[in-house]
Every structure is written in structure tokens, then in C-alpha cells.
């Protein structure tokens, strides 16, 4: 038990620790494909050193509420962390949630961050905290149905069953790829947000942030990497069902993530930023294929 | 099986304690923020007599749920609904409340019209008011019967419950009503309807039809669903709460739904497990709507006003009512580690159970509750980030908001009671569950104990190996929240104060911030094809390039009330005026009515 428990939080320190890279990763190829040299793929790794060493400037309207943000946001995505099993089905803390408090776990992180937008009375955090809120509430029905779906394909909405998906199932891959539209969505990726603008009007997620530097911002990017390969580790559960054992497991893991971010680094360039309720039929799209998923596990595909 | 048998004047079985629980935790610390709320602002005579109607209105509300038959039952209804009456119109001063009250007492006699009906066709085929005959009564009633009555029943009960088309009087009586009223109405009085929907429906009632719960399901999602919607489009911080009722209600519709849908199932923990999360969510929304109501009281006391679009950066001015509504809304938006999120989990479980069970075009509809349900609690979080965050964040927009001071003692004791509650029915999850199971249990005549419980963790443990754990979550997060602050206070780094990011062009102030009509933009747009969005300007210019004034209204439409409640009150008007020609005011006239309906009467009795 304590051994496990060990474990357990061996792993969670291993997702922490690879998921700035798994942005690198993207970041580079994503620049490679538009022949450009790009940065190296260790770079989200300086900018956190970066950032922490750094001073913070802090607007005056603010009150604890955005202080307390940047750990309230990293705390809930590392508390995910404890809920995947990633280098073996029995490596995750089963009393603590299940599927289903992931997602509730995530929208903890999100209310503090759209309530730290609003908290320094500028227009700029205002816009990105509503856009936030009303791309993650539509994108909530996708999110969950598709959950659903996995589990009634699995029997259960235990991580443990979800991440031991034996081969491919038709319906099991067409809510995968419902849940890796509303991962893009909820990693703030092009078609719905853009993580390289430098165009206020235009942001989503950099807009929350906009009035944080130094540490907190560090803390806040941190969050977005883990949140991301938390997204990524799902999905890789689905598109590559193949028994995890403890040995290799972490290579293996590895080179899942890498395939998935080449996929999130094609479709990045070769689409174009949505307007902003063009978002509503993407996500809406995301729920119709979600529910035809469930159509077809209903037929046993 | 049978515990308590259904004879006699009063009942005391698990559903009727529960109830007295849930009155109790809601109407003491609103009692006690009443002394603060109330007594400043009005005359000794005024706050005595509110205090009578307060313990009048709890008092019937006891009653209520203790009641052994069908009159008493509807004597203490009628007693419950008038006394929240005259609490609602106690600003009587203000043609506001006034007209509030006329709304409320029309809709909810409308909904007890129908409850006597129904009682009426009961006592007809029990020949008594007692409970226990009627339930051996429904057993030898013909189906169509039973049918009239469960439709009778739900638009009785759905009326004071505030399910959607038939919540048009919440919006109205909640903000009408003082602070520590709407508390009570909103957390308590609505769930004795569904106290009445449980015990007619599921005790009395017994085992109907499927479609009995295919409709509670279907009238939970719409009003779960168009209740957020409306909550989104409301920047009155009362009415806001209100229309969060009818989505509440909804929520806890869903769990009662599903576990009517599958009461006749092989399978009983699907039942169980909605009705305990119907259950939970019902004392859960008690608990944080009232906290919430009082809350909106204190913020409404310091300023002034219930618009938020006039507050702003209150967190600073009023550090406690800050805390005690943040927590109210990270409770009603299901955010763990508080209660909502407990309450939602097990119904999403008891969804995931009729899942796994059901076959066919139910399995479909069911996820499409799910859904709902989903984009529902996505709404909420978002509707409160909006309360919150332009009530109690940022810069003061108005000057009153600027003054605001702290509320009484009072007040901040009856908030913070039931703060802590709203925390400790989340973290402590684990330890509340066995007592709602068992009312669950004998709520729906299941003998055995399906679920093992611990104290740190809500677990589903025999039927599926899953669980939740709020207080692991509290210690993680407590866990890292402490490295991390060591880590700042062990190698400090200089925080600069300095102005918000404004393009570098000037000194931003509060008429830059996001308001609230702002923040709901993209809903009112999302959600146009309903609300029917639309815009009042007006430009008072001096010449073709000077505007001296301009105003700018944005309003949404209702449509149940547009297009369904004032053509019917318009239809009433224009028929009362029809009629007007037999009242022209003789008395002569009005004996002669008396006498051929005596008459007539008379005939009556003779022929038949």
C-alpha cells in the first residue's frame, strides 16, 4: 500500500515534469512545418525558470482572489494528475474520483482563473474571462458525453477501466476524436483559441492571464502543460489501446503523446482561428459526434 | 416492510424527519440574520410581526411534512403558501411587492386548485383522508385514474416547485421579499413540493407507468436548462438566485426522475442511487441558495441596490459576505470540494447506472439528459463567475458600492453558519451519506444496505469500484498550497504594485471594467433563438456629428410570459369585461341571482 502510494506519486511528478515538454514538442514542429528554425523544445522549461526568477508587477485593483489563483489552478490539475494511471492500470489514487471528477476537478481551476481575469478591473480580462466561460460550458456536453460513452464501452467509469481499452472499437474512437475536439478547445489550441497572438482583442486563455508575471505566471503555464498532457493521456488511452505494463510503460507513453502532439501540430497550421461563436458549431459538432458514438456502441460497434 | 403505518393525525417515518432536518438548517441562521437584516430599518411593531409570520411560515412548513392525510396536508399548504404571502408583500409600501405578491398568490392557488382536485378523486376511491387508505385505495384504482391524478399532482406540486412553464412567480417573489424570506422560499418552501412529489408519487402512488418519470426527466432538464439561461440573462442579484431555483429544482427532478423511470427495474441501485442523489442535491441547494439569498441581503443592505451592474469590488469593503457568497457559488456550481459537486457526482452516477441498463431510444435520451445536465452545470459556473466576480471583484462602479460597509454580527453569523455547513456537507460526504441512503431506502421500500461507507470517501463500492473523496482533494491541495507558500516565503521575490494593462494609453478606471451585460453577451447571442434578444437607442443629437446624449437598453424577451401567461391574463380581462353586464351594481338584481340559484339548487337536489 505504501509502497503503491509511492508510486502513485512518482507518476504524478512524471506527468508534471514532462508536460512542459510535450508544448515544446508541439511548439518546435509546429515551426518546423512552417520552415521555420523554431525554439528548442526544452524552451517552455527556461521560460519556467525564467518566469520564477523573475519580480512581480501586480495591478492595484487586485485582491487576494488573484494571488490565491495561480496555486488554487496548479493545485486542481496536479490533484488530476493522481487520477491517471499512466505507467500501470492499478497506479492511480481510486478513492479520490473517478472520470467524471476530472472534469469537475478542471472547472474548479477554470472559475478561479475567470474570477482572477475579472479581478484587476481591466476590459482585456473581463473579454477573455467570458469568452473562457462560454467556450467551457458548451464545451461540456461533448466532454461528458463522450466520457459516458468510453465508459459504457469499458463497463465503468474507473480510470483504471478506461485506460485498459482493449483494441479498437469504432464507437470508442469516434468519441475519442469528439473528446480530442474538445481538447483543443480546452488547451487553448487554434481553431478555437491561439496561444501566439499578440493581439489582445483576439485572446482567450492569454487574456486571463494578461496582469500576471514573474512566479504566478509561471505557476499558471505550468497548469496549462499539465492540463494539456492530462487532455493528451485520454486520448492516448484511446487511440493506442494497448495493455500499459510498468517496465517499459513510460517509453511507450512517451512515444503515444509524441504521435498525438504531431497530429495537434498538423491540424494547428492547417486551420485558421474561428471567430468566436463560429466555436459554438465546432463544439456542437464535437457533441453531434459524441452522441452518434453512442448510437453506435448502442449497435455494438 | 411497512415501518410507520400511514394512520393517524401526524407521521414521523425517515422522509418527514429528513424534511424537518433540512427546515431546521436552513431557518435557523436565517432567523438569526434576520435580527441584524430587519430590525434596524424597521419599527418594533413591523419586526414582531414579521417574526410572527417567520414562525407561522416555518411552523406550516413542519406541519406539512408531518402530516398524516390529505386535509391536514392541505391545510397547512394553504397556511404555508399564505403566510409566505404576507412575508413577500411585507414592504407593502413598494408597488414592487405588491404586485410580486399578487403574482405568487394567483399562481400558487392555481397550483393548490389543482392539488384538490386530485385529492378529491383520491378521497372519492378511499373514502378517507388518511394516508394509509389511500394507498391500499390506489391499488384498486383504474390506471386512467391514476394517470389524471400523478398530472394533477405534478402541475400542483410543479407550480410551487418552480418547474418550468410554471415558474413565473420566482423571479418575481424572491427579490419582493426580505433577505432572510426569499432564503427560506428559495432553499426550503420549493422543496416541499418535491417533499409532496416523493411522497404522492413514489410512497402513495407507487409503482406507474415508465412515462411517469420519462416526464418528471423531461420537465427537469427544461427547467434545469432554461432556468440557467435565464439566470445568465438576469444582473439582479435576487432574481439571478431565483431563476437558479428553478435550475436546482431541475437537478433534483432529474434524480427523482430517474429513480421513477426504473422503479420497477431489477436493478435497485439505479433507484437508490438517484433518489439519494435527488436527495442530497435537495438539502445541498437548501443549504447553499440560502446562504446565497443572505448573502445577496447583506450585499443589498450595504449598497442599496440588487443590480450588480452598480457594485463592484465589494471583496475589499465586505471581506466576510465575500468569502460566505464565493463559497455559496463554488457550492451551487458544483466545484469540489464543496456539496454541490457531491450531489451532481451521484447523479451523473445514477445516469451512468440507467446507462449501462437501459436499452434502445431510452439509452439515447438519457444521454441527452446527461447533456443537459452537463451544459447546465457549465452554465451555472459561469453564471456565478459573472455574480461574483461583478458584485465583489475589481473597481466600485457606483458610489454607494464605493461606501459599502460590513454587515452586522448577526447577519455575518447566520451567513457563516451555513458557509460552514455548505463546506462540511462536501468534505464530510462520506459521514452524511448512510443517513440520506437510509431515507432513500425507506423512501423506496428496499430492505438491504447496498453500499459500504467510510468516513473519507463517498464509494460506490459494491455495484461499481468508484468513489470520490472531497477531504483527499482538500489535503492535496492543501498539500501543494503549502510547499508552494513555503517556497515563496523562503526565497521572496518583490511584488511591484502597479496599474492594469491599458495599451499604455491612460489610467483605466471603472467605467473600463466588464460589466455584466457585457460578460452574458455571448450567451444573449448563443442563446438568441430563445431569448429573443433586442435593443433599445436613443441619440439625442445636436447636429448630424454631435451626439449629446445616447442610451442603450438591451433587454430579452420572456417568452412564457410574452406568449403564454398575459395573453391568458389578457383573455381573463376581456372575459371579466364581458360579464361586467351582470354585475351592474342593484341589489335587487344580486337577491334574484341568490334566489334562482337557490332554485336551481333545490331542482337539483330533488331530481337527482
Redesign the interface.
Known sequence: MIEKTFLIIIQAVFLVILAPLISGIIHKLKNNLRMRKGASVFQPYYNFVKLIA????????T???FRATP??V???V??VC?LLPVLHKSFF??????M??VI??F??G??FL??AA??????????G???E??I??????A???SI??L??NC????PSAVASLEGWRFSSLLCGSALGMVALAETARIPVDNQETHL?LTMVHEAMV??YS??SLA?LELAAHIKQIIFFTILSWVFFPCPVNAVWGWAWFIIKLCIISVFVAVTEISLAKMR??RV?DYLGFA?LIA?LS??FA?IGM | MEKFSYTGLFLFDGLSCFFLVVIALVSIPSAIFSIGYLSPCVSKIKFSLANILLVFFVFSMSMVVTSGNLFSFLVFWELMSLSSYFLVVFEHTHQRCVRAGTIYLVMTHMGTAFLIAAFAILYVHAGSFDFGAVKLAVLSMPQDMRNIVFLLLFIGFGTKAGVVPLHIWLPYAHPAAPAHVSSLMSGVMIKIAIYGMIRFFIMLLGVGPPWWGIVILVFGAASCLIGVIYALMDHDLKKLLAYHSVENIGIILLGLGIAMVFKGYPVTTIVLLGMSGALYHLVNHGLFKGLLFLCSGSVAKACGTLDIEKM??L??SMPVTAVCFLVGA?GI????PLNG?VS??LT??A??GA??SSQ?GL??FM??C??????T???A??C???A???T????PRSRAAQEAKESSLSMKVGMGILAVLVVLFGIGCGLIMPYICQVAQEVLGIENTLFSFNW??L?LAPI??????PI??VF??AA??LV??AW?VLSP???????????GYYV?G?R???TAT??????R??FSFFLLPYRKVEKIRDSFYHVRSFTYQTHTTKIFKQYFYDPLVGFTYNVAHKLRWLQPGSINLYISYIFIALTILILALVIL
Do not use: H
Not at chain 1, 489514487?93 to 473517478?98: K, M, Q, T
Not at chain 2, 461499481?464 to 473523496?469: A, D, F, G, K, L
Open positions: 523573475k519580480d512581480e508587477v501586480i495591478s492595484r485593483n485582491s487576494w482572489i496555486v488554487i496548479l493545485g486542481s496536479f490533484c493522481f489514487l481510486g478513492p479520490l474520483g473517478d467524471l471528477a469537475f476537478v472547472s474548479l477554470r472559475f475567470a474570477l475579472l479581478d484587476a478591473a481591466g476590459s482585456f480580462g473581463g473579454m474571462s467570458s469568452r466561460v462560454f467551457a460550458s458548451f464545451a461540456e456536453p466532454t461528458l458525453v459516458f460513452v465508459g459504457l463497463g465503468s467509469l474507473s489582445e494578461l496582469e514573474g512566479r505557476l468566436l461563436f459554438l457533441f452522441i453512442a448510437v448502442l | 463592484g469590488g471583496i475589499k463554488m456550481s458544483a466545484l469540489p459537486f451532481e457526482w451523473f452516477q445516469f451512468f446507462l449501462l434502445g439509452k439515447i444521454l441527452i446527461v447533456a443537459v445536465l452537463a451544459l452545470s457549465g452554465l459556473a459561469a456565478f463567475v459573472k461574483f466576480g461583478i465583489f471583484l475589481a473597481l473519507f470517501s464509494s461499481s469500484p468508484i468513489s470520490i473523496s483527499i482533494f492535496i491541495l501543494v498550497s508552494l507558500l515563496f521575490r518583490k511584488a511591484v504594485p502597479c496599474n492594469t494593462w491599458d495599451c483605466l471603472a473600463n471594467e466588464y457585457a460578460y452574458s453577451k455571448p450567451f447571442i448563443a
